[in-house]
């Protein structure tokens, strides 16, 4: 006779949805830092110290508009990824798409300059998480926050 014990199912199945191991592999993440998975999707994404107003703020005052830039009128983004350790470190810093005449060089120093951020959190645990960030040229108006 075979015996139904929901209770037990109930409590281990809690267990795997908060589990963060389980969570990784339900959302699909399969990145590795020292050994340690690194999220993409998270509960609580991780925030630049002062939020976004102080990020968009740090990001008006750093970044430099690269002379060959502004001679060859290069305006948009370069879009900058970066892991968010769990200490709040920013690590493995790289462009994913740029502009060129010097624009990816100053959105790799202003980001490897940031200060370390506010990790993001699973299951109330801190986390690596990896983030992508624009970083403008001679664009004025994007580094103010959507209201």
Request: proline share 8%; glycine share 10%; hydrophobic share 40%.
């Amino acid at each position: 006779m075979l015996i139904f014990k929901p209770l037990p199912t109930l409590i281990w199945g809690l267990f795997l949805l908060t589990s963060p191991k389980t969570a990784i592999d339900c959302l699909g993440q399969t990145n590795q830092f020292d050994g340690e998975i690194v999220f993409t999707v998270v509960e609580t994404p991780p925030t630049f110290p002062g939020g976004e107003k102080a990020l968009y703020h740090y990001l008006k005052q750093a970044v430099q508009y690269p002379e060959s830039a502004r001679k060859a009128g290069v305006k948009g983004r370069v879009f900058v990824t970066f892991v968010v350790r769990k200490d709040g470190q920013l690590t493995d810093v790289d462009v994913v798409l740029g502009l060129g005449h010097g624009c990816n060089e100053e959105a790799l120093r202003v980001v490897k300059a940031m200060p370390r951020w506010n990790p993001g959190r699973q299951s109330g645990f801190p986390i690596h998480v990896k983030y992508n960030l624009p970083v403008s040229f001679g664009v004025a108006d994007v580094f103010e926050p959507k209201k």
